[in-house]
Nanobody
Framework: QVQLVESGGGLVQAGDSLRLSCAAS????????MGWFRQAPGKEREFVAR????????SFADSVKGRFTISRDNAKNTVYLQMNSLKPEDTAVYYC??????????????WGQGTQVTVSS
């Protein structure tokens, strides 16, 4: 089992930045791809970003490419999502997940409880 706890969400204005953190405990963190997903009200949960176990490979949804970065510190069992130039359409609950290399929810075995990000215009 891997337990994941997100933090860092909040209410910001358009154009601001936020950094989300996801702290992992339990089984070996470094062996997993770590991903970030988000779910806006009335919408499906969607892929945002992922990083390979080493951090050497990353990928992003087109909607956040160039604005968001993902990183991980395996020594601290933590993955980060740096979000810049936030837009109102980025408003959602953000979830981190641990699993295999993929962009689908089914590729990930473990999920956090989520952290709310609200971007006002």
């Amino acid at each position: 089992q891997v337990q994941l706890v997100e933090s860092g969400g909040g209410l910001v204005q358009a154009g601001d930045s936020l950094r989300l953190s996801c702290a992992a405990s339990g089984r070996t963190f470094s062996g997993y791809t770590m991903g970030w997903f988000r779910q806006a009200p009335g919408k499906e949960r969607e892929f945002v970003a992922r990083t390979s176990w080493s951090g050497g490979r990353t990928s992003f949804a087109d909607s956040v490419k160039g604005r968001f970065t993902i990183s991980r510190d395996n020594a601290k069992n933590t993955v980060y999502l740096q979000m810049n130039s936030l837009k109102p359409e980025d408003t959602a609950v953000y979830y981190c997940a641990a699993g295999g290399w993929g962009v689908s929810r089914s590729d990930y075995d473990y999920w956090g409880q989520g952290t709310q990000v609200t971007v006002s215009s």
